[in-house]
């Protein structure tokens, strides 16, 4: 298996613009997550689905931010519009079950100038 | 609430020397306890897992930690440090009744000197 895939791996982007971060989960796993780390606040977990279905997303720092699961082998982080704060590593994570381990993604590196 | 306290957020061992890294957890219910390694620049890989089974988990790369549920401690160790473990070190736990969400302690980034 490939693993998680993330993309893009890096952006780079101006205030005020839209941002999209891609992720394709493990085949067969369950549950995504989306995480954010900074230097300051560490590993933030922002949102998590269960089969496509947002579970929790009291970790989504401002209506900004949004993410969907269209289906099971695809999901968007999207932040409209981005600023310099948002500026940050966003990881993509998947679980087989409850309970399991999670298998993350290389992480977009995101850049607001 | 769950938490997960990591002592340490900078730790620095010699080469061939002990690798030892404290989590401890707070938690009323026992729950699953993960490690994971974060290398420059990429995301974080699981080095071991405890889920009630056997107390004492042994993990990749010659690490491994032990389930103390008396001191709600997770430690994780190594007996020789090698270069290549120079990485940030994350201790997570998670409960079944929470969904699989991790909870991860603020890291611990070991420094190996030759």
């Known amino acids: 298996d490939a693993g998680v895939i993330q993309s893009p791996r890096h952006e780079v982007t101006e205030m005020g613009q839209e941002v999209t971060l891609r992720c394709k989960p493990i085949s067969g796993h369950d549950y995504l997550f989306w995480y954010r780390q900074t230097m300051m606040r560490g590993l933030e977990l922002l949102i998590y689905f269960n089969n496509n279905v947002p579970i929790d997303d009291s970790g989504m720092p401002e209506d900004r931010f949004s993410a969907k699961m269209p289906n099971a082998s695809f999901s968007t982080l999207k932040i409209q519009p981005s600023e310099p704060r948002d500026s940050a590593v966003y990881f993509c994570a998947s679980s087989f079950q409850q309970g399991y381990e999670q298998y993350f993604g290389p992480g977009t590196r995101l850049t607001v100038t | 609430a769950q938490s997960v306290t990591q002592l340490g957020s900078h730790v620095s061992v010699s080469e061939g020397a002990l690798v030892l890294l404290r989590c401890n957890y707070s938690s009323s219910v026992p729950p699953y306890l993960f490690w994971y390694v974060q290398y420059p620049n990429q995301g974080l890989q699981l080095l071991l897992k405890?889920?009630?089974?056997?107390?004492l988990v042994k993990g990749i790369n010659g690490f491994e930690a032990e389930f103390k549920k008396s001191e709600t401690s997770f430690h994780l160790t190594k007996p020789s440090a090698h270069m290549s473990d120079a990485a940030e070190y994350f201790c997570a736990v998670s409960r079944a009744a929470a969904g699989n969400k991790l909870t991860f302690g603020g890291g611990t980034r070991v420094l190996v000197k030759p």
């Open positions: 405890y889920t009630s089974a056997a107390t």
